[in-house]
């Protein structure tokens, strides 16, 4: 009896140690599994299930009981995979009222004299975050025409800390009038979020974090360096929408989503060719296939440019949004599914697009590849492309947010951990 429960309680410790990651996509459903290995998450099991065209809507769960059976079939697989099952949750969420933005509050101290500390800081981070709800209720109130709408902070960062116009790293200790604090936050509508509590515990899994999915590809690029410079316009496209982070020295200034992705292009191909939607996605992902008929392959292509079009323009009014930045960087990063698309990276790269927007040169558009992800590796040899990359951007999250409850040193960390939800 003793050495049962010694076994089970070192079980239990054991499966303390890994992390699920469920990115709930349009199209698929992709688990993975990682185990804690000091500053590092290793990839011991990955698992992907197809979904129906019914599961999901714009990003967001249409069908709780659907999108289940296909966590249920990821998992296994990732479970069989490891040869263990985790605990532990982190799943992503996306859709068009899904808000992040970058807010600044300017504090006036009443005593300008006195040093700053982290009570006062506090106090400030605190105001920002009443404010950026107010406004995230406001809009998603306007886009839904429902004024009852509630909303939830599902993740929140530090982007910067000016004091008297002096940027400073660490304000603590700091004299001043003027305190301008910028924070990044990210809300959705409780409904969604409802949605994914209640996948979690149908899966019988402690739900870690919810993660807004673009800021979730933002920490892959960005890691542990609380002092990182990383600049670029980060693209996620999956199968209903496109997700856009634009970090800059970094700072993660905002993301925006529109509800365009893969399924588009798809569904366009199945209405100017008169097909089904299997058969016009295989037409899709097939489309440099030597065996497509050239006549067959011209009508593809002629639909498929007919929705780049429209997803350019998309990317071009997102993109236009971010006002607060002086210069938009000269990278673009892609991941996601949709992004697999040969002609979606050639016009982001070939047209003239970014001509009305604040660029200082033409930008760059890449993959972003596992490898280029910091403290994540595979021990599977099966996250191997682009599309994995908002998986392992939550399992970054959940590390955050289990590093979050322990005590770093550095004011950046401090402060991120008054930021943790």
Known sequence: ????????????????????????????????????????????????????LSDMHSGAIADIAGVVRNCEDALSEAEDQAGLQAKRVVIGIAGELVKGVTNTIRYRRPQ???????????????????RAQGKAQKQIALETGNDEVEVKLVNSALVSIHIDGYKVSNPIGFQGKDVAVQIYTAFAPMVHIGALERVADELSLELLAVAAEPFAVSRTMLGSDVNSNFTAILADVGGGTTDIAVVNDGGVEGTKMFGIGGRSFTNTIASEMNLSYADAEKLKVNIGHSQIKPKVAEEVNDAIDKTLEVWVAGVELALSEFDSVDHLPNRILLCGGGASLEKLVDALGKAEWHKDLPFTKKPTVHYIQPSDVLGIVDSTGVVNDHTFITAMGLLRVGYDTLIGSGDGDTIKEKLNRILRI
């Open 1 to 52: 009896m003793v050495f049962e429960k010694l076994r089970a309680s070192r079980k239990n410790n054991a499966a303390n140690d890994y992390i699920v990651a469920l990115d709930i996509g349009t199209e698929f459903v992709k688990a993975l599994i990682a185990k804690l290995d000091g500053d590092t998450l290793n990839i011991v099991g990955v698992g992907r299930a197809r979904q129906e």
């Open 112 to 130: 300008p004299d006195r040093p700053l500390d982290t009570a006062e800081m506090e106090f400030i981070i605190e105001k920002v975050q009443e």
